[in-house]
């Protein structure tokens, strides 16, 4: 048994017909980025797996790691008209939406122009996004939920798709600012990016250090993501896979029967945590070449899809425990 989202019928197939064509785009997709990032399949299949979904991703690493690189290689390969964001301490929020100005005609009658800011992107690059003020981290919540903004009280539409990729430092916290809850909850998952292995650290001190870089280069055009971001909406997803994400997001919860919840978690994911699950899953099977996600796609998106959607309790963290030790746990009981 399948449960399948309302969409428009679609014969078994076309759905195969139209994910063979996907396979071989994300499979072009996948070398593009590969020719620029050494390494790091995971953070490049979790990122890309968060775009193909239709949603934004936080990239948490220290330093040196390419988080930027790789923002700006996924901008290029899927031909996103992309705009990036230096996140400071006084950053404000028409920095980022625009503003209106008043200008003067010929006549001498007066009126305001809005002019947009760089959020009206189809990839914007959020850097270094917890040096901002909490009044500028909310001038992003409606952009990454609703894909508009309100300026004057008129609203300004957003390019489509828009997807925003926000880098943090989990290090240096002198100067940053906590970010909302809220607005974390916006974040489809959080990609974690760790040192490479020592054969792809080799690699870039070969490649990276010489007179001329690695370029990347575009292989894809925004509406063919687009197109592939609706047939991953349209892929069925077994009943298995709706009761692990059920049970997965639920467990997670404080006062929901589960020991290891209730001692160390204060708050748990909502339901928009199991949205995320149920698109991750999808686009994680298309981007392995299945037509269909499996309990296995769960357990491994678990981690990036709830750490950042759940709080541990001060005891909790003054025993050392963590959200992703704590995840790891609830993942292998599904």
Not at 172 to 186: C, F, N, V
Request: net charge neutral; hydrophobic share 45%.
């Amino acid at each position: 048994m399948s449960v399948m989202i309302k969409e428009s019928p679609i014969s078994e197939k076309d759905m195969v017909a139209q994910a063979e064509k996907a396979l071989a785009d994300i499979s072009r997709v996948r070398n593009g980025v590969g020719r620029v990032i050494f390494g790091q399949e995971s953070v490049v299949e979790r990122t890309l797996v968060a775009l193909l979904a239709g949603g934004h991703a936080l990239l948490v690493g220290v330093p040196g790691l390419a988080k930027t690189k790789l923002v700006e290689t996924l901008g290029i390969v899927l031909g996103l008209d992309s705009r990036r964001i230096q996140f400071t301490p006084d950053l404000m929020p028409s920095d980022i939406l625009g503003s209106e100005v008043m200008e003067q005609d010929e006549f001498g009658k007066r009126s305001f122009r809005f002019i947009s800011g760089p959020i009206f992107a189809q990839l914007l690059m959020a850097d270094e996004i917890n040096r901002a003020s909490p009044r500028t981290q909310s001038a992003l919540l409606q952009s990454m939920q609703e894909y508009h903004v309100t300026i004057a009280g008129v609203r300004h539409d957003l390019p489509s798709p828009f997807h925003v990729l926000a880098t943090q430092n989990p290090l240096e916290q002198e100067g940053t600012y906590p970010l909302p809850e809220a607005q974390l909850d916006r974040f489809l998952m959080q990609v974690d990016i760790l040192y490479p292995e020592i054969e792809a650290e080799r690699r870039i001190l070969l490649e990276t250090t010489g007179i001329e870089d690695a370029k990347a280069e575009n292989v894809l055009q925004p509406a063919r993501l687009k197109d592939i971001q609706t047939l991953i909406r349209r892929m069925p997803v077994p009943e298995s896979v709706v009761e692990a994400i059920l049970k997965l997001v639920r467990s997670a919860r404080p006062g929901q029967g589960n020991a290891d919840t209730d001692k160390h978690v204060a708050w748990g994911p909502g339901p928009r945590a199991s949205q995320a699950l149920t698109l991750c899953t999808r686009a994680r099977a298309l981007y392995d070449g299945r037509l269909a996600p499996s309990v296995d796609d769960v357990r491994a998106l678990a981690e990036p899809v709830l750490q950042h959607r759940m709080a541990l309790t001060f005891a909790a963290r003054a025993e050392g425990t963590t959200v992703r030790d704590l995840v790891a746990k609830l993942a292998k009981g599904i």
